[in-house]
């Protein structure tokens, strides 16, 4: 019976102890939010309106429903493998089969070098370390505020095919983060994708917001796609320490 006791009160202690904790946690969105002025890729006129008020109170409707249009590769997002591969698409493999694993967990934050996209030469620089597998690429993007721009910028920082391929060959990284609409730079958009997706467990997280991200902070990501059968999710993403 003493026993008994003894462990309940560890029990309690240790919940306690996690309570306090979760309280002095120290949250960073690092998502988006969704407006008509946000930026669409390749659109001069942003993303326009994504909600329209199916039932209004205010019109004698007992509730208020909302009805969501939009792209899914719009805002904060990720990409599934079927984006960039049409036999992906055909088998499945979409926003559903996204490793939670991979979305969530230790991840840090690393400066790009400003006047550069993310070639293989800036991915040597960057020196990221082997059995790093979360991370997010905060990039001249972050500083021109592009995600707050509502006419697309084609001159934005991506992955080109060559930092894509070092990334895959030289890297354990599995969840790659960026600060804009596209993983890849506006020049070749499609094969930095397939190089990245071609193995099905890399994906890229696309229009992070990473002003109040730190460098050299171990954080833990938190990312959590919508469970569509699509080549992409919007996606709520937080950043704790």
Do not use: W
């Amino acid at each position: 019976m003493g026993s008994n006791k003894t462990l309940m009160s560890f029990a309690l202690l240790l919940a306690f102890c996690s309570l306090v904790q979760c309280q002095d946690l120290k949250i960073i969105d690092i998502t988006h939010e969704y407006t008509p002025a946000m930026p669409s890729y390749g659109s001069k006129k942003g993303l326009g309106e994504i909600l329209t008020l199916v039932c209004d109170q205010r019109k004698g409707f007992k509730t208020t429903n909302s009805l969501l249009t939009i792209q899914v590769h719009s805002g904060t997002h990720t990409d599934a493998p079927s984006h960039a591969f049409i036999e992906y698409y055909n088998q499945g493999i979409d926003a559903t089969t996204l490793s939670l694993q991979t979305l969530n967990g230790p991840a840090i934050v690393v400066d790009v070098p400003r006047n550069s996209n993310i070639t293989a030469d800036v991915m040597k620089k960057l020196n990221i370390p082997r059995g790093v597998k979360r991370v997010l690429f905060r990039t001249l993007n972050t500083d021109k505020k592009l995600m707050n721009i509502t006419l697309f910028d084609s001159s934005y920082v991506g992955f080109t095919q060559d930092g894509a391929q070092y990334l895959v060959d030289n890297t354990d990284i599995k969840l790659v983060g960026i600060d804009y609409l596209s993983i890849a730079s506006a020049a070749d958009v499609l094969s930095p994708h397939i190089v990245l997706m071609k193995n099905k467990d890399i994906i890229p997280l696309e229009g992070l917001k990473l002003d109040e991200a730190q460098v050299g902070v171990q954080y833990n990501i938190h990312c959590l796609p919508l469970k569509l059968h699509a080549d992409a999710s919007p996606v709520r993403c937080i950043l704790t320490k």
